[in-house]
C-alpha cells in the first residue's frame, strides 16, 4: 500500500516538472508540444493508479488518453503547417491579427 502512495507521489512530481517545463520552455512549438504530452502522460498514469487503488473500472484513463493522442496530433498538424508557411517554429512569429 505505502509502494502506491510513492508511485502517486513521483506521478505527481512529475507533473509538477513538467508543468514549470512547459512554462520556461515557451519559444518553441515543439517543446511545449512535448511537455503538453509528458503532462496527459503524467496525469492519465496517476489515474489510472488511483482509479486501481479505488477498486473503480478503468474506462475513463482510456477515454483520456484518446482524447490527449487527439490533441498530440493536432499541435503536430498545426506545427507542420506554421513551419511550411513561416520557416520555423518559434512562438513569437505568431500574432493573432495574422491569422
Known amino acids: 500500500m505505502l509502494n502506491k502512495f510513492i508511485w502517486m507521489n513521483m506521478f505527481f512530481m512529475n507533473f509538477l516538472i ?3 517545463m512547459f512554462s ?3 519559444k518553441h512549438i515543439l517543446l511545449t508540444l512535448i511537455s503538453l504530452e509528458f503532462m496527459m502522460i503524467n496525469l492519465m498514469l496517476l489515474m489510472y493508479m488511483m482509479l ?3 477498486n473503480m473500472n478503468l474506462y475513463f484513463p ?3 488518453l484518446t482524447i490527449s493522442i487527439c490533441e498530440g ?4 498538424s498545426i506545427m507542420v503547417y506554421l513551419i511550411r508557411n513561416m ?3 518559434y ?3 505568431l500574432n493573432l491579427m495574422k491569422w
Do not use: A, E
Open 73 to 76: 496530433i493536432l499541435g503536430l
Open 91 to 93: 512562438m513569437n512569429i
Open 24 to 26: 520556461f520552455y515557451y
Open 62 to 64: 482510456t477515454f483520456f
Open 52 to 54: 486501481n487503488y479505488m
Open 87 to 89: 520557416g520555423n517554429d
Open 18 to 20: 513538467s508543468s514549470m
